[in-house]
T-cell receptor, first 113, second 114 residues
Framework: DAGITQSPRHKVTETGTPVTLRCHQT?????MYWYRQDPGHGLRLIHY???????DKGEVSDGYSVSRSKTEDFLLTLESATSSQTSVYFC????????????FGPGTRLTVL | KNQVEQSPQSLIILEGKNCTLQ??????????LRWYKQDTGRGPVSLTI?????NTKSNGRYTATLDADTKQSSLHITASQLSDSASYIC?????????????FGAGTRLAVHP
């Protein structure tokens, strides 16, 4: 998985609780992304980062926030989890912009009860 | 509206047989098209990339084609193996506001049976 780790790999939580997912890379790539994958949908971009402290919204950013304080770490936070946020979350990295090849992490399966 | 549609949604074939997966897109202006393979429980891995001027790209037993005029791509798998069982995702990159953006297809789930 191209030097990308995600933690935790599985999490079950209750509605209304905060959740933070972590993505760590050892490739020193500039761009990092958070996607969610749901049955019947393609991967959808939540947020992405183009450098330390530089982030921007994707197409499904409502209810999510991100932070990138170091090149290697990109955090995704659900401030108050809802059942609609039950999904598999993938982190990805790329050297250049979004059109460049993206390398994906192993995913985090999140269940919100 | 920019869209990527893949067909079929799922496919079952016998080991050793060939198959072809389809991807139709309405994305514009086109930048490139990639096919990814996603094994169950894993993240997607890139198989091929094609730009506007390329109409065929091979990676071992995988051959992707692109018809930019009709906005169609296909992924042909030759002499399938059990390890080819996976989801195959078509991803189209396009330019918007000076930046590349991606649209992911929902994928085709392939099962190769012995």
């Amino acid at each position: 998985d191209a030097g990308i780790t995600q933690s935790p790999r599985h999490k079950v939580t209750e509605t209304g609780t905060p959740v933070t997912l972590r993505c760590h890379q050892t490739e020193n790539h500039r761009y990092m992304y958070w996607y969610r994958q749901d049955p019947g949908h393609g991967l959808r971009l939540i947020h992405y980062s183009y450098g330390v402290k530089d982030t921007d919204k994707g197409e499904v950013s409502d209810g999510y926030s991100v932070s990138r304080s170091k090149t290697e770490d990109f955090l995704l936070t659900l401030e108050s989890a809802t059942s609609s946020q039950t999904s598999v979350y993938f982190c990805a990295i790329s050297k250049k912009d979004r059109g460049d090849e993206q390398f994906f992490g192993p995913g985090t399966r999140l269940t919100v009860l | 509206k920019n869209q990527v549609e893949q067909s079929p949604q799922s496919l079952i074939i016998l080991e050793g047989k060939n198959c072809t997966l389809q991807c139709n897109y309405t994305v514009s202006p086109f930048s490139n098209l990639r096919w990814y393979k996603q094994d169950t429980g894993r993240g997607p891995v890139s198989l091929t990339i094609m730009t506007f001027s390329e109409n065929t790209k091979s990676n071992g037993r995988y051959t992707a084609t692109l018809d930019a005029d009709t906005k169609q791509s296909s992924l042909h798998i030759t002499a399938s193996q059990l390890s080819d069982s996976a989801s195959y995702i078509c991803v189209v990159s396009y330019l918007s506001g000076g930046y590349n953006k991606l649209i992911f297809g929902a994928g085709t789930r392939l099962a190769v049976h012995p």
